[in-house]
């Protein structure tokens, strides 16, 4: 208390502060987003019988009450919402009513992120999220302040971390140092040109989907018979192109163009998405951790200190392997909600890959790494489970067929192929899929891959799971295989049908790599 | 590490399982027969009022509840246990899906006991670790006596507060 109190910079910190005032005209603009629909409605259904005059009689000073509320309603909240940056917290009190206080102390904070959406981005304003180590979104968060703000209570809570952490030990002189902004290398970065291309890979039909939707939905509103052929030949005869005497080459330009068109829309689709997320696409190696920086519209910038990186996972897609693209995404402690979250390297050979893995304290598996396959018993059985469900669909389909008179169906015998197609399409996935599985473990990590043509691997670090599982099944017991579950912090990790005594064998090896170190220990990094 | 080692905490690993306390049996026993009344009553009265003929509900329905009485928990029992060593607290269950968890005590996060009514009718407790694992966050052991449950919860407790000092 008493060092930091002379310091003329934090004595006047500690005041309390609200929030910027523009960010209750952004609430404001938000509840009256939401309250136009319910607004029209009522409009309507109040006003309906009402001639003009009448209308604007009453509408002037319903639209005046309306507004009036609802810059009550905004600035009461944010004029009694203050924080206060204090000598050992940060709090915030709130609430018109019922007043709620909350301090989060400097040293549970992990770190701070600054987010912006499109329309506070337009008014300088950025979100500002304290990460503390809690589980679910039940972190502190300021909306909005301004940009330089927020740049400055993120680097007052470093500060104050490091002055916290280093007090006993370290000069004044070094906790000055510490606390400007931290030098950072650059350990991934896409251009517009990387960009380009992993929007290719990102094809994607959900665009086509919607619009397939849409003109369901306006199916009401046109013309019956648009749906029927009869219609447009009859329209298109009238101009002498009737489809059939289009002729050959004709049926086949047409064919192609709608082919080459719903390519161009399924791009299309996939290039927007990347560009918007991954726009300036910039992960930073700082003092502290892992800085991503991307975004288009809505600019995120989050920060991953390297002690709460669980492990990894690379994953691909059936194309882009081929290509030798592949994508990197740590594994976290839970707190910040969904999974895109974790991205560090979207899009990247697997060159680039490895020095960002080694910066989080992992690795890749070294060429001499002793891969396990899961148990053949395993792959069999389910083998088995899904030829004996094929087999009674078979069964069913030709004792149906025959019951039926045999003039109703044309070749309708012929659809009992398609079971037997799907149980050769399943054994074969079944089969490659067990081939291409794998997992090994080596002194410090666990690997697990699976997938046939879209392989995932994931990475952990033995020293940092938490609990193992052996579960057996009754056809497992007979078989001898079961599946091992890891505890691991911010996902789920397990190994699938692997041999019984392989899965024990894991599990000594993962308890004493465990046992060594205590939870404490982890969580300070 | 020690060959030696290794194969001490090998065996560790398969020790033999401590058995709960007999009382958790009859406990199950009791929760199977609360669970079937409702069946019972209401086969009674479906019958009763003639809606289903004689003994078509009743029979099957009492043959299960027999089973899940009678033969279930003395199963159910005897599948399950847990060993406890000096650094780790293992946890074995089920008759189909059979499981087998470990937890090291250098990853538990809070301890609880609990007590329901009926447990505190026999005397036992559910003894339940906390790990920060997604998979596995709560692992429980009901079923022992409320005192070996109070003594492994400090013996636990005793492990952190030493490892993380």
Known sequence: MNTAVSDPEIAEDSQARRTDPKSFILRGVKTLRQLLIPLAVAAFTIFEDMSFDELALFLVPGLAAVLGLVVLLNYLPWRRLTYTVAEQDIRVESGVLS??????????????????????????LVLVKFETGSGGGDDLRLAY?????????????RERRAGQSASQEQAEGAKRQDASEPEAHTLFAMNARRLFIFGTFEFSLAVIAVLGGVIQYLDNLVPEEMWEPSYWQSSLNEYGMGIATMGAFAQTLSAL?????????????????????DWGFLLERTERGFRRRRGLLTKTDVMMPVHRVQGITIGTGWLRRRFGWHGLK?????????????????FAQLGEIAPIVSEASLFMPPEDTRWHRPSPQHRNTYMAIGL??????????????SMISSEKLDHAQWLVLIPIVSAGALVARLYYRWRFARHAWDGQQVYVRTGWLAPKTVIVTREKLHSVEIVQGPIGKRRGYATLHLGLAGGRFNIDG???????????????????????????? | MSDAKQIAEQTDGDAELTQLHPNYKSALRVKAIIWSLPFIVGALVLEGIGAVPGGYLVIPIAIIALLAILRLPMRRYNARGYNISSDRLRVVRGIWWNSDTTVPFGRVQHIDVGQGPLARFFGIATLTLHTAGNYNSSVHLPGLGLELANEMREEIRGHIKRESA
């Open chain 1, 145 to 157: 302040l301004s940009e330089a703000e927020g740049e400055r209570l993120r680097q007052l809570v």
């Open chain 1, 388 to 401: 004996a469900v094929m087999a009674m669909v078979v069964v069913a389909a030709t004792i149906a067929t």
């Open chain 1, 330 to 346: 740590f594994i976290s402690l839970a707190q910040d909600a969904g999974a895109s979250n974790h991205v560090v390297a979207p």
């Open chain 1, 498 to 525: 692997i041999e019984l005594e392989h899965a024990k064998q894991l599990r000594e090896a993962v308890m004493t790599t465990i046992t060594k170190t205590d939870f404490s220990k982890l969580e300070r990094g």
């Open chain 1, 257 to 277: 163009f709608g082919v080459i068109f719903v390519l161009l829309i399924g791009s299309a689709t996939g290039l927007i998405r990347t560009f918007l997320r």
């Open chain 1, 99 to 124: 007043r709620a206080a909350r301090s989060v102390p400097y040293e549970r904070i992990q770190d701070v992120s600054l987010e912006q959406s499109l329309l506070p981005r337009l008014l300088g």
